[in-house]
């Protein structure tokens, strides 16, 4: 089903780990030393991502930017 983006008001944001071939507890633990904290969600291969009030939209694009580079590097090696 698509997403219509301009009808979604959430702060969670699931990844599906599945295509990229890491193991839940693996990704989770890559990015928690990379200095970003996102949890386990019921399913095995999805985690998920919660933002603030106070977090900026900076603060969004740099915690983007190092979940991207940290997962893709995890499903690299």
Known sequence: MPVELD?????????????????????????RDAGVGLSATVQPTVIRAVTHLEIT????????DLISSTLLAGAAA
Not at 7 to 31: H, K, M, Y
């Open 7 to 31: 009808r979604v008001e959430t702060n969670f944001l699931q990844i599906e780990l599945g295509p990229l071939g890491l193991e839940r507890d693996d990704a989770l633990s890559r990015l």
């Open 57 to 64: 939209d900076a603060d969004i694009d740099e915690a983007s």
